[in-house]
């Protein structure tokens, strides 16, 4: 059974950097593409970005210029580092799995419980 | 960006009932839909990708169709775990994007 689990801070202040990992449990992390979502409080869905385990990157441009997406595929972990928060980064954060490797993909299947992220000012 | 909208908003239901949820692309996405559901509090879950196919563990009564910029969600005869929040989410490019959402409640 596949398991995404996210981990990093629950509070920041503005302007800081957000660091947020995802362990990946009950599958290698070959084949697939690993994606982080966003979903502020009450509000919809928002891709960030994804990595594949050769280390390519996709991200969304409206965050580009904040986000670095890394993998470590020997602790079956992935990371989100994004700079200088402001309250409008305040949101659940999931990391998530893509169901196939083929392009252009974008099907989740799997994804973790999500963890809060509040930034203050 | 490929911009995706929901409708309705919302909508209420009684157990047994069927319930159609429609989405809409901005430009032509062909089969690269994707829906899932969210319960609060929960991750969302994938139900149908490629427009039409349902993925593993869902049941049946969940359907999709459609293609090009107009695609439907189809709940046949609606269960008490499915009141919950919809979206739909295209997958032709990047940045993946997802609609509004359709909340479904209890009539």
Known sequence: ?121 | DIQMTQSPSSLSASVGDRVTITCRASQNIYRYLNWYQQKPGKAPNLLIFAASSLQSGVPSRFSGSGSGTDFTLTINSLQPEDFATYYCQQSYSTPFTFGPGTKVDVK
């Open chain 1, 1 to 121: 059974q596949v398991q995404l689990q996210e981990s990093g801070p629950g509070l920041l202040k503005s302007s800081e950097t957000l660091f947020l990992s995802c362990i990946v449990s009950g599958d290698s992390m070959s084949g697939h593409y690993w994606n982080w979502i966003r979903q502020p409080p009450g509000k919809g869905l928002e891709w960030i970005g994804y990595i594949y385990p050769t280390g390519a990157v996709n991200y969304n441009p409206s965050l580009e210029s904040r986000v670095t997406i890394s993998i470590d595929t020997s602790k079956n972990e992935f990371s989100l580092k994004l700079t200088s928060v402001t309250a409008a980064d305040t949101a659940m954060y999931y990391c998530a799995r893509e169901r196939v490797a083929a392009r252009p993909g974008g099907q989740f299947d799997y994804w973790g419980q999500g963890t809060l992220v509040t930034v203050s000012s």
